[in-house]
T-cell receptor
Framework: EAQVTQNPRYLITVTGKKLTVTCSQN?????MSWYRQDPGLGLRQIYY???????DKGDVPEGYKVSRKEKRNFPLILESPSPNQTSLYFC??????????????FGNGTRLTVT | DQQVKQNSPSLSVQEGRISILNCDYT??????FLWYKKYPAEGPTFLIS?????DKNEDGRFTVFLNKSAKHLSLHIVPSQPGDSAVYFC????????????FGKGITLSVRP
């Protein structure tokens, strides 16, 4: 089954303790992206990657890092989490090319709470 | 500054009736628009889209209308079914290398049996 898999689904941590949220897709998609969803703000892009070893900032990259060493994986790293990073996170992917023919496929989300 | 606005947070309709979900945008450079549907504990799933060169796109019970001069689009669901109850996000794209989706806040649709 074609899917984007995120782990963990739920995570509670404390301020300053480094964490990684993993994302993996089995569709051989070139493009991958991370979004966060907050009440009253919709979904906002954190980082994106157009292919292996190619990453760039989205709208809200502060406090996050990403890497793209393999095509299928795009982990989101919080080096020193803070309470304002408490949010619902979504990883998404799509084939490279026109967005007209290839809408984003989303994972099921990771709910992160930083105390 | 929100570039994609969904001003009504919720909508409740009777099963079998029409649901109309509205969306406004401010950036006239957006050239592609999408609707995503989201159930609790799941990720958003693509529903329907429309290019800025069109004013209507239909897919079964779902139709999206685009009024470029008013910077407004709407999603019509006819007839509405209880399984349509979900959060609906409007998104806009400025095509390019990133082709980032800019999302609205979402509208919670409840379809009453």
């Amino acid at each position: 089954e074609a899917q984007v898999t995120q782990n963990p689904r739920y995570l509670i941590t404390v301020t300053g303790k480094k964490l990684t949220v993993t994302c993996s897709q089995n569709m051989n998609h070139e493009y991958m992206s991370w979004y966060r969803q907050d009440p009253g703000l919709g979904l906002r892009q954190i980082y994106y990657s157009m292919n292996v070893e190619v990453t760039d900032k989205g709208d809200v990259p502060e406090g996050y890092k990403v890497s793209r060493k393999e095509k299928r994986n795009f982990p989101l790293i919080l080096e020193s989490p803070s309470p304002n990073q408490t949010s619902l996170y979504f990883c998404a992917s799509r084939p490279w090319g026109s967005v007209y023919n290839s809408p984003l496929h989303f994972g099921n989300g990771t709910r992160l709470t930083v105390t | 500054d929100q570039q994609v606005k969904q001003n009504s947070p919720s909508l409740s309709v009777q099963e079998g009736r029409i649901s109309i979900l509205n969306c406004d945008y401010t950036n006239s450079m957006f050239d592609y628009f999408l609707w995503y549907k989201k159930y609790p504990a799941e990720g958003p799933t693509f529903l329907i889209s429309i290019s800025s060169i069109k004013d209507k796109n239909e897919d079964g019970r779902f139709t999206v209308f685009l009024n470029k001069s008013a910077k407004h689009l709407s999603l019509h669901i006819v007839p509405s079914q209880p399984g349509d109850s979900a959060v609906y996000f409007c998104a806009a794209v400025l095509t390019g290398a990133n082709s980032k989706l800019t999302f609205g806040k979402g509208i919670t649709l409840s379809v009453r049996p």
